[in-house]
């Protein structure tokens, strides 16, 4: 039976364009054919309502965490699942509920894989990927996501900040995965909001290849006003005619295709 591989979009920095990311990754994936299913594990739940989403009185991943730690398991995992026409894509959702979900993960015996858990579940063979998009932390819930996630994928503003952000989160999942070696879980790190003629940008892009090599995925996302329209009109970049980062995004997607 086929599994669905599990990419998921963290740093612990915010503003680095994780959900913009995730995203388009989704949509650029689905315009080539495969089958995705997007999940939002940020309490804030940018990418929901970025898809659309409003409140519809359907259970979220909130629902999905607490049913798996109680044991009470849904008979039907469609109740969870939205569709995106605009995308074609599947997402799970997330709402204000997410916040007050550690408290639940915690209670849990093996509070670290309850995630891992719920994807493993023969329903979610039916897509390619399933793609989550992290909340800016390092807490129970991310821990959760890079414990069940087949690979991880960082992106990285290219600034300092978030430069040196990145080590912290390879040691995390280290740890996560109690691995030394974590090479097999990489997808990789993705330098956005890049912008080609400034010093600090081209600093930072130098400094991610020359310390973790194979790893940066190119092309950079360039910093334009495009992403930020984007986000106004609630649509993806790739399936916007003639953008300009979407044409770099579509690019990500095929190089995302080959490491996986």
Same mark, same amino acid.
């Given at each position: ?9 963290? !740093? ?22 495969? @089958? ?18 409003? /409140? &519809?009185? @359907?259970?979220? *991943? ?13 008979? #039907? ?17 997330? #709402? ?7 408290? *639940?993960?915690?209670?849990?015996? &093996? ?8 994807? !493993? ?29 087949? @690979? ?5 503003? /290219? ?12 040691? $995390? ?7 030394? &070696?974590?090479? &097999? ?9 890049? /912008? @080609? !003629?400034?010093?600090?940008? #081209? ?17 950079? *996302? ?6 930020? !329209?984007?986000?106004?009109?609630? $649509?993806?970049?790739? #399936? ?21």
């Amino acid at each position: 039976m086929k599994k669905a591989t599990v990419i998921s979009i963290a !740093n612990q920095k915010g503003g680095v364009g994780k959900t913009t990311t995730a995203l388009n990754i989704g949509a650029g994936l689905a315009k080539v054919k495969k @089958k995705i299913l997007l999940v939002d594990i940020d309490s804030q739940n940018h990418l929901s309502r970025w898809l659309g989403y409003s /409140a &519809d009185g @359907k259970p979220t *991943i909130s629902e999905m965490i607490y049913q798996e730690v109680s044991n009470v398991h849904s008979n #039907n995992h469609t109740d969870f699942i939205r569709h995106s026409e605009q995308e074609n894509v599947d997402f799970i959702p997330s #709402n204000h509920m997410l916040a007050g979900v550690l408290g *639940i993960l915690g209670a849990d015996s &093996d509070s670290v894989n309850v995630l891992t858990r719920i994807f !493993n579940h023969k329903f979610f063979t039916v897509y390619d990927y399933i793609i989550i998009d992290c909340q800016p932390s390092l807490d129970l819930l991310v821990s959760n996501a890079l414990s069940c996630c087949d @690979k991880l994928l960082i992106p990285v503003q /290219a600034d300092l900040l978030a430069y040196e952000g990145v080590n912290q989160m390879l040691q $995390t999942l280290q740890r996560i995965k109690k691995r030394t &070696d974590i090479g &097999d879980f990489m997808l990789g790190i993705l330098p956005t909001m890049y /912008a @080609k !003629n400034t010093v600090i940008s #081209n600093e930072i892009l130098q400094a991610l290849k020359e310390s973790y090599t194979d790893y940066v995925l190119q092309p950079a *996302i360039s910093y334009r006003v495009e992403v930020k !329209n984007s986000s106004a009109t609630r $649509t993806s970049l790739v #399936n916007h005619k003639n953008s300009y980062v979407g044409e770099e995004y579509m690019r990500i997607v095929y190089e995302i295709i080959a490491r996986t």
